[in-house]
Structure formats: C-alpha cells, structure tokens
C-alpha cells in the first residue's frame, strides 16, 4: 500500500425526506444561489421541496447547466452570483449540475479567466462554501472534490479538483432518483463501475482492504443494477446503487493505490467531440483498453476474473479473454452498446479522437504514466 492522507469533508444526508434538513445545514443569513439544470428538477417537484426547506433564506435560481456543463453556460451563473453576492451555493441534479457549481463556486472569486482553473492548472485559492441535492447517481461528484467542465468554443472537456471543492454537505435520496429514464440509470452504474476499475485494476500494491472493497461495490452494482432497471419501483436497490455510486469516487478505494484513468480521458474526447454521453463512452473504451493492456495488467485482471466474475478455469488467457468479455455483456445487459459503431462512429473519427488526446498533453497516462498516443490510438482502433 502506497502511502497516503485521506480526508473527506463532506456531510451525507441519505434517506427519503432528508431535503427537509438542509437549512440547518446552511449559514444563518446566507444569500443562497440553487443551480439545476434543463427543468427535471422542476418537473419531478424537487426544486420546491428544496425551496421550502429554504424558508427563511434570501434565495436565487440559476437553471440551464447542461450535460457535460460548459464554460459559456457557467459563466453566466458567475456573473448572477457576483452581481447578487452570493454566499452559499445549492447544486440540485446530477453529476453535471455539481461539477458545474463546482466551477461556478471556484470562478467567483477567481481574478482573471476562471477558464484558466482547467487550461492552465492556475490555482484555486478560495471558493464560495455549497451543497447539494444529488438526484442522479454515477459520478460521484457529491462526495468528492473533482469536476469537469467543456469549453464549447475550443472543444475542451477537462478535468479539475481542489480540496476546497467538496460540498459541505449532499443530500443522497433514492426517491429523487425514480423519475430517471432507463438510460440515465444504466449510464450512472455504468460509470460508478469504471471509476471503480480505475482505482482497481492496475496493478497489484498489497492493498487488501481496497481490493476487497472494491470488489464488493462492483458485485454490488453487478448484482443491483439489472434489478433497478427490471424493478424501476424498487426503493432498496436505489439506495444500494445511489451509496455504491458515492463510494466509487469519494477518495476511500483510490487511498493508497495506483490509479488509472486512461478510460477517461479516452471517454472524454468522444464526448466533446460526438456528445456521446459521458458513461457510454466508457462502456465503448474499457472492453478495448483492457485488451490493449492485458499484459501489464494481467495480475489484476485474474484477481478480477476470479473475485468478480468467479472465473476459475481454464488457463490464465482464457480467464482474462472470459473477464473482459464478461464486462463487456454487462454494459450490453444493461443496453449500453459498447462499440463506437454503436453511436454511428466511424473507424474515421480515430485520428480526431487522437489529436485531440495530443492538445490535451495526454500521452502518458495510465497508473505508470507510460501509455502513449499509439497505445490510445490502438484502443479506438479496436473500439470502432
Ligand atoms: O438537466 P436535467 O433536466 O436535470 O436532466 C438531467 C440530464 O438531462 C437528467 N436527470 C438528472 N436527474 C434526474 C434526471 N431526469 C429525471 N429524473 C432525475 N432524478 O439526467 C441527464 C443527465 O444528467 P447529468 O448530470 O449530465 O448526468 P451525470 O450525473 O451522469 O453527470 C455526467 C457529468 O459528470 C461528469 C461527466 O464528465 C459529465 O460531465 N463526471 C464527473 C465526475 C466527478 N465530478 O467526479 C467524474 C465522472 O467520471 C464524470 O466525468
Ligand atoms: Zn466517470
């Protein structure tokens, strides 16, 4: 185990109702700015909930942050916020709706081009303190201080975290996530997924307890996400799915081990380019990366096969051939396709899919920072 500091800040409110207990959650007197994003919030009666437990505070909306929320978007809440003096933000939404709150909250007080917080790596040295109300679980995001964020102008999707941006406090209610359509439920175990094979299938580091825990979320989302589809009404498998997602990315499994993300960053160029949707983009990269990558993955990978899968015959090629067509049938399963063809992609977009990777200075990724353009380019290859 490497070593590591572990600290998580933020408060979890998990339960059906728990909206009503927000304002003892928010300063006294705060001017608080709600974010959401296309109206589902609206539409399913969130937002009032969320307003009525804001009785007494001086209150402001900001509605629009779209899936993979973008700079010319945001900017527009900085502007609200600064105007009105905003003191405390409330992201309620998905994953985009708090990375984009995230941003919001790290660009008001930001002097100069807040786009320079992704561009440039410039330091974030203060940010209004927010919650959230998370009603999509995938990301994460509502336990963890990371955000990405688009720059339509330029077709950038990039990645940024600072140990300011946890929220103070999220509300997880597995009620709010009944109203989501079957992709969106399937897109969230999807993610929650990789980000665990991330942080887990590497490359040994004696990390048994991570191991462990991290085996244990993916047979949970093995085991609950086909039933959150098969039984939309179940309440017990939203709230298994809704903590499993939150753990995934909160720091817990990823102390102390090598991380990946080469997944990622693959996934996030076909985004930006295609508007495919964030957890699609990985069912389409992974079943590839790992193949590309069997080799200096091979030990994780037969833990994997057999942890997981239970696969325990056969030789050590045919249990790694058998553990990634089995993930592959998952995403399959859950009617995610996972081939770039799949979303009308040509074997043409490669060399884009690549440059875009060189722009953004990706090429060496992965947990030994060794794996180059050639290495992504062979991925998409065997993507298309
Ligand atoms: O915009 P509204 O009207 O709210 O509709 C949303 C949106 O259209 C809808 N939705 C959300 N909750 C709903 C609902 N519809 C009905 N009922 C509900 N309860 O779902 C659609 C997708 O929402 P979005 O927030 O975009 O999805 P998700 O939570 O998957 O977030 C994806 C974004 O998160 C980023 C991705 O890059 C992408 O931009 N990620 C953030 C990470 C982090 N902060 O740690 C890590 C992830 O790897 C990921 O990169
Ligand atoms: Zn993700």
Do not use: C
């Amino acid at each position: 185990m490497q070593n590591f500091s572990f600290h998580n800040p933020t408060k979890i409110l998990f339960g059906e109702g728990r909206i009503a207990d927000i304002g003892a959650e928010i300063p006294a007197g705060a001017r608080v700015l709600i974010t959401y994003g296309g109206g589902s919030v609206v539409k399913t009666g969130t937002l009032a909930e969320v307003k009525s437990a804001l009785a007494g505070f001086t209150v402001f909306e900001f509605a629009g942050i779209e899936p993979n929320p973008t700079y010319e978007t945001l900017m527009q809440a900085v502007e609200l916020a600064r105007r009105e003096k905003i003191d405390f933000l409330l992201a309620v939404g998905g994953g985009s709706v708090i990375d984009g709150t995230k941003f919001i909250a790290a660009a008001i007080p930001f002097v100069g081009d807040p786009w320079d917080i992704l561009a440039r790596r410039a330091p974030i040295t203060s940010a209004v303190p927010f919650g959230s109300v998370l009603t999509l679980p995938a990301t994460g995001s509502e336990m963890n201080n990371g955000a990405v964020i688009t720059k339509k102008a330029t077709q950038d999707k990039l990645a940024f975290a600072n140990p300011l941006l946890y929220p103070r406090f999220s509300v997880l209610d597995p009620a709010k996530t009944l109203t989501l359509p079957p992709r969106q439920v399937a897109n969230g175990v999807v993610d929650a997924f990789v980000h665990i094979v991330e942080q887990y299938l590497t490359y040994p580091a004696d990390a048994a307890v991570q191991d462990r825990f991290a085996e244990g979320l993916l047979l949970t989302l093995i085991a609950e996400g086909p039933r959150a589809l098969a039984e939309p009404d179940n309440l017990a498998v939203r709230a298994n799915l809704m903590w499993t997602a939150t753990l995934a990315l909160n720091g817990l499994i990823g102390a102390g081990v090598p991380q990946d993300w080469a997944t990622h960053m693959l996934g996030h160029e076909i985004t930006v380019l295609y508007g495919v949707d964030h957890a699609q983009t990985l069912a389409i990269v992974l079943p590839a990366m790992l193949q590309v990558r069997r080799e200096e993955k091979r030990a994780k990978l037969l833990q994997y096969a057999e942890r997981v899968w239970n696969l325990r015959d056969g030789d050590e090629e045919a249990r790694i051939d058998a553990a990634i067509a089995h993930t592959r049938a998952f995403f399959e399963s859950l009617s995610v396709p996972t081939r770039l063809s799949d979303y009308g992609i040509g074997a043409d977009a490669v060399a884009a899919l690549v440059a875009q990777l060189e722009r953004h200075g990706m090429k060496k990724l992965g947990e030994r920072r060794d794996f180059g353009l050639d290495g992504s380019r062979r991925v998409y290859e065997l993507a298309a």
